[in-house]
């Protein structure tokens, strides 16, 4: 890639349409504004099902396509529905400062069962394109059994359910399966036009010459097809309890380390197939953007494994993965070619920094972390000695950088008043001019850094459960277009 700047905005914030962003009209007038604006790439969270909180990272499953942004109109305009379906909801009122999410979940019933009705009015073509597309798509089958399961039991997690389908039983699930048919294929429908959609706009994002830049978590949710039905991938026993779960160590930030609570992969178990399940995850995510971030890198190399009854992270202990081995393979099946980017944030050793580099992997820099005073901080634009970086202001997990301003004591911020243009009126563009200086080969601001915006439109606040997840571009943000010509202009003046 050469020199280049992008824009961090998952598609739940893109604007102009009721309950959330879709893969519609709000995502083609996104990526004409950002080529107007000649911005290169559009980064965003993973594409996956949310959890109940709407976290895209701890998702029910990691090959799937959150129904949220399935676009009615285009499934009209394309003759998938008919002309004079209702709206839903109805009495639509002030729906687009937030997402919401019980909504949203509604809204794609709504439209799966609506797809259901109007299936057997669709062409003889139109039909068999979707059972090939069907036949294709090995995890499929397994999702929607599972989402239409947890419907049928309160949305209760899989070890809850009765033992027949807990376990994975083929013969019970076959027998099933026959007295769910419609509900399976409105499962089925919602996937197989959420890749349509999505197909057109990666063609479009690909002809207007902007990279669609990804995102894949590194762990999945226990709760999760994925699990249900590769219980012996994962460190899960016969009684469906975790036996070692996955999280990070005690550190400066808290006394107890972090416990993410996901079951940690038995890697014995992946290797004895030489990692089909990994490869196909990531292989499944390159064919939808053209590069991919993976989240906590570092677990690659080595892992830090939790006890599975324990409350904190106190007790975890080290243990090695066969990332090499991982990569190599990916590597192969990409056709010797690795788009990944390494987000090496956090406790990072030499071993996990030669395991980036020997690959040739971009790392990240925040630039948030970077004024402590330190002049040997890693982070500092001016120790960023090559160009193989992505660099941020922030990340979705950070403060917006007027938060993080305003946050700030004075003495930190005496340290960085020598960089800043106007000291006495900051604005999270001295940040993003600081960036876009650098040497790094990618620059990304968040959206709401464009727009100047303070911590009450982050779109995450680790270790909290309201508010996140939701935040949504509107009319109130100012003048959006004005923002990203702003952007553009100082990209092209740093030759990105």
């Known amino acids: 890639m050469e020199r280049n700047s992008g824009i961090l905005l998952h598609p739940t914030s893109l604007p102009d349409t009721p309950i959330c962003g879709t893969f519609g009209n709000p995502a083609r007038v996104w990526l004409n504004d950002l080529a107007k604006s000649g911005i290169g790439v ?53 729906l687009e400062e937030r997402v919401d999410f019980q909504l949203a979940n509604s809204k794609a019933k709504f439209l799966s069962s609506s797809l259901v009705d109007y299936w057997e009015k669709q062409n003889v073509a139109i039909k068999k394109e979707f059972y090939m597309w069907c036949e294709k798509q090995f995890w499929l089958e397994d999702h929607s059994m599972f989402m239409e399961l947890r419907s049928q039991n309160n949305n209760l997690p899989w070890w809850k359910w009765s033992d027949n389908f807990s376990i994975y039983d083929k013969k019970e699930l076959a027998n099933w399966k026959k007295h769910n048919e419609k509900e399976l294929l409105g499962h089925n429908l919602i996937q197989w036009h959420l890749d349509r959609q999505w197909k057109s706009i990666r063609e479009l994002a690909k002809n207007l010459g902007i990279l669609l830049f990804g995102d894949v978590p590194f762990y999945v949710s226990k709760d999760s097809a994925d699990v249900w039905s590769n219980r012996s991938l994962f460190s899960i026993l016969t009684n ?39 490869r196909k995850r990531i292989l499944r995510h ?25 409350q904190t992270a106190e007790n975890g202990f080290w243990l090695p993965s066969p990332g090499r081995e991982i990569l190599r393979l990916i590597k192969k099946d990409c056709g010797g070619s690795l788009p990944l980017v390494a987000e090496d944030l956090g406790f990072i050793t030499s071993e996990v920094e030669n395991l980036r580099d020997d690959y040739q992997l971009a790392g990240m820099k925040i630039l948030q972390f970077a004024f402590d005073g330190n002049c040997d901080n890693p982070y500092l634009p001016e120790n960023i000695k090559d160009e193989n970086w992505v660099i941020y202001t922030g990340t979705h997990d950070n403060s917006t950088s007027l938060g993080w301003w305003r946050e700030m004591n004075l003495e930190r911020k005496e340290q960085i008043k020598e960089r800043i243009l106007d000291y006495d009126n900051f604005s999270s563009w001295e940040l993003i001019r600081i960036g876009m200086e650098s040497k790094a080969k990618l620059f990304v601001a968040p959206m709401q850094d464009l727009l100047n915006l303070d ?12 508010n996140n997840w939701s935040w949504r571009l509107t009319n109130n943000n100012f003048n959006i277009k004005a923002a990203l010509k702003k952007y553009g202009d100082l990209a092209e003046t740093y030759q990105r």
Request: charged share 20%; proline share 9%; hydrophobic share 35%.
């Open 240 to 278: 469906s309890d975790t036996y070692l779960q996955s999280g990070v160590p005690p550190d400066y930030f808290s006394e107890t380390g972090q416990l993410w609570g996901n079951p940690v992969y038995r890697w014995s178990r992946h290797k004895a197939n030489k990692f089909k399940w990994w």
């Open 286 to 310: 390159l064919e939808q953007v053209d590069f991919l971030r993976i989240d906590h890198f570092r677990a690659l190399e080595a892992f830090w494994a939790i006890p599975g009854k324990d």
């Open 42 to 94: 559009w980064q965003f969270l993973p594409l996956a099902p949310p959890d109940s909180l709407g976290s895209p990272y701890s998702s029910p499953s990691s090959f799937a396509l959150n129904p949220w942004f399935l676009d009615k109109n285009d499934l009209v305009r394309d003759g998938f529905l008919a002309e004079n379906i209702e709206n839903f909801p109805s009495n639509i009122v002030n």
């Open 455 to 466: 911590d009450s439109s982050r779109i995450n606040k680790p270790g909290t459960i309201e």
